[in-house]
């Protein structure tokens, strides 16, 4: 297995790791372009461009790198800094450029999307139950003829929301280069939410110019913007885009954006947003479901040249639930631990060695008890106050949302749940009832209610 590939699947998780607990304006600010040349058992060595980012990074992030490397190789090992603006790491790298298999900056053609990413394509997304329609339809976009003036406006927005890690990004990439193998000459700005909206303040309050910034995004072909949710709750922001996506919606432009919830949940979103939103071709994907994980695990494992048997894949699906991006993350460290010790990666080894991945199932009792502190805090009363005998409307109303969460959340029964809240089954039938009444008639609280039921599920 080449080693140049091996410490690309390592740096990625350190960037992933960093990102627990920083900003990732900050991991991107400092990380953008460092490159880990090797790591032995007693040092880990890093080179990066400049002397500024050098020094940055001893001084704030040394600490953090031991840690994270500790997670993903089993120990922690010492870290040094390079510059390759003083010419430091030419010796460490010369094996690597000298190796078999040339990096994927050096091999890909170029693009004029930032943070080009050519390793996404259609051809390597897997493909189930919980993500087939969004998979569909992603390529119906990437097929368009973007050679005319004017696109098919049945799929414009093209609008995919679901839970972080499932893939949203990777359908973003693969429509952009599925384009661009088409149409070479396409103009395409792929951003995320969090960006767009920092540079529109930028622009605002820093550079006092908001006609290069209208001009950068109101002249491209297809739009990407991924996490829209972002903007939420922020006017101008919502201001600017609003106008943005009038302008290329007027001239036929495509418009891709993805979100972690469909635009009727987004409370804060303008009314015309949402309308616009919800105008064009809206799909969803859905955590992955046992068979589609055991599928992904097999292929990144080809990827980074494991041969895993059936055992250790079934197993990694089993326990490994939460997103895409952590089965990435195990295979990934799997590799890594076969690169520094060698041998084969058995089921032993493999439950020793990625404990911090396992889905630890929480109890149902334990979710109740989650659930009444997520109310509590959500309408301002205490536990007592809901487990108590009070029959005020402020005490009634979150002690019915507990139970209608517990029937949402939990696999307990109605009599557990009556039990957990000192009612019985007849008054958690009542409670049900009446919260899902309320939100059948009140738009506003049945947001409410499906941000708590993703609060828990989460």
């Given at each position: 297995m080449d080693s140049n590939i091996e410490y690309e699947s390592i740096k990625s998780m350190i960037l992933e790791l960093l990102l627990e607990n920083n900003s990732s304006?900050?991991?991107?600010?400092?990380?953008?372009?460092?490159?880990?040349?090797?790591?032995d058992d007693s040092e880990a060595v890093f080179v990066t461009s400049s002397n500024l980012k050098k020094k940055v990074i001893m001084q704030r992030f040394t600490d953090q790198l031991k840690s994270v490397l500790g997670q993903i190789i089993g120990f922690e090992p010492n870290i040094s800094i390079l510059s390759s603006e003083n010419?430091?790491?030419?010796?460490?790298?010369?094996?690597?450029?000298?190796?078999?298999?040339?990096?994927?900056?050096?091999?890909?053609?170029?693009?004029?999307?930032?943070?080009?990413r050519p390793e996404y394509t259609f051809d390597n997304f897997v493909v189930g139950s919980s993500n087939n329609y969004a998979a569909a339809f992603a390529k119906q976009v990437a097929s368009k003829d973007y050679s005319g003036e004017f696109l098919s406006k049945d799929d414009n927005p093209f609008f995919i929301y679901g839970p972080s890690g499932v893939g949203k990004s990777h359908l973003l990439y693969a429509i952009s280069?599925?384009?661009?193998?088409?149409?070479?000459?396409?103009?395409?700005?792929?951003?995320?939410?969090?960006?767009?909206?920092?540079?529109?303040?930028?622009?605002?309050?820093?550079?006092?110019?908001?006609?290069?910034?209208?001009?950068?995004?109101?002249?491209?072909?297809?739009?990407?913007i991924d996490d829209i949710h972002f903007i939420v709750g922020k006017p101008t922001v919502q201001e600017e885009f609003f106008n943005t996506f009038n302008s290329l919606y007027n001239l036929g432009k495509q418009i891709i954006l993805t979100s972690d919830r469909p635009p009727n949940e987004m409370k804060q979103l303008e009314e015309r947003l949402r309308t616009r939103f919800m105008g064009g071709l809206i799909t969803d994907i859905q955590l992955p479901d046992f068979d589609l994980r055991c599928a992904i695990i097999n292929q990144k494992s080809s990827q980074n040249g494991l041969n895993l048997s059936y055992d250790v894949i079934s197993f990694l699906a089993e326990n490994v639930k939460s997103s895409i991006r952590q089965l990435e993350g195990v295979v990934k460290k799997l590799g890594a631990?076969?690169?520094?010790?060698?041998?084969?990666?058995?089921?032993?080894?493999?439950?020793?060695?990625?404990?911090?991945?396992?889905?630890v199932k929480e109890s149902d009792t334990k979710r109740m008890d989650d659930i009444i502190l997520a109310v509590s805090k959500k309408y301002g009363v205490t536990r007592d106050d809901i487990l108590s005998d009070k029959r005020n409307a402020e005490i009634m109303l979150p002690r019915h949302i507990c139970v209608y969460l517990a029937r949402t959340c939990t696999n307990l029964s109605q009599a557990q749940i009556g039990k957990s809240i000192n009612r019985d089954r007849t008054t958690v039938i009542s409670s049900e009832n009446k919260v899902k009444t309320m939100m059948e008639s009140d738009h506003e609280?049945?947001?409410?209610?499906?941000?708590?039921?993703?609060?828990?599920?989460?």
């Amino acid at each position: 297995m080449d080693s140049n590939i091996e410490y690309e699947s390592i740096k990625s998780m350190i960037l992933e790791l960093l990102l627990e607990n920083n900003s990732s304006s900050a991991v991107k600010l400092w990380f953008d372009d460092i490159k880990l040349i090797l790591i032995d058992d007693s040092e880990a060595v890093f080179v990066t461009s400049s002397n500024l980012k050098k020094k940055v990074i001893m001084q704030r992030f040394t600490d953090q790198l031991k840690s994270v490397l500790g997670q993903i190789i089993g120990f922690e090992p010492n870290i040094s800094i390079l510059s390759s603006e003083n010419g430091e790491g030419e010796i460490v790298t010369e094996p690597i450029k000298n190796a078999s298999v040339q990096s994927t900056v050096e091999r890909q053609p170029t693009s004029n999307i930032k943070g080009y990413r050519p390793e996404y394509t259609f051809d390597n997304f897997v493909v189930g139950s919980s993500n087939n329609y969004a998979a569909a339809f992603a390529k119906q976009v990437a097929s368009k003829d973007y050679s005319g003036e004017f696109l098919s406006k049945d799929d414009n927005p093209f609008f995919i929301y679901g839970p972080s890690g499932v893939g949203k990004s990777h359908l973003l990439y693969a429509i952009s280069n599925k384009i661009l193998e088409n149409h070479p000459d396409a103009k395409i700005k792929y951003i995320t939410g969090e960006e767009f909206n920092n540079q529109i303040l930028d622009a605002i309050n820093i550079n006092k110019n908001t006609h290069a910034f209208r001009e950068k995004y109101r002249t491209v072909d297809v739009l990407l913007i991924d996490d829209i949710h972002f903007i939420v709750g922020k006017p101008t922001v919502q201001e600017e885009f609003f106008n943005t996506f009038n302008s290329l919606y007027n001239l036929g432009k495509q418009i891709i954006l993805t979100s972690d919830r469909p635009p009727n949940e987004m409370k804060q979103l303008e009314e015309r947003l949402r309308t616009r939103f919800m105008g064009g071709l809206i799909t969803d994907i859905q955590l992955p479901d046992f068979d589609l994980r055991c599928a992904i695990i097999n292929q990144k494992s080809s990827q980074n040249g494991l041969n895993l048997s059936y055992d250790v894949i079934s197993f990694l699906a089993e326990n490994v639930k939460s997103s895409i991006r952590q089965l990435e993350g195990v295979v990934k460290k799997l590799g890594a631990i076969q690169l520094l010790e060698g041998g084969d990666i058995t089921l032993d080894r493999v439950k020793n060695s990625i404990k911090e991945f396992i889905h630890v199932k929480e109890s149902d009792t334990k979710r109740m008890d989650d659930i009444i502190l997520a109310v509590s805090k959500k309408y301002g009363v205490t536990r007592d106050d809901i487990l108590s005998d009070k029959r005020n409307a402020e005490i009634m109303l979150p002690r019915h949302i507990c139970v209608y969460l517990a029937r949402t959340c939990t696999n307990l029964s109605q009599a557990q749940i009556g039990k957990s809240i000192n009612r019985d089954r007849t008054t958690v039938i009542s409670s049900e009832n009446k919260v899902k009444t309320m939100m059948e008639s009140d738009h506003e609280f049945a947001l409410d209610i499906n941000e708590l039921v993703r609060q828990i599920k989460n």
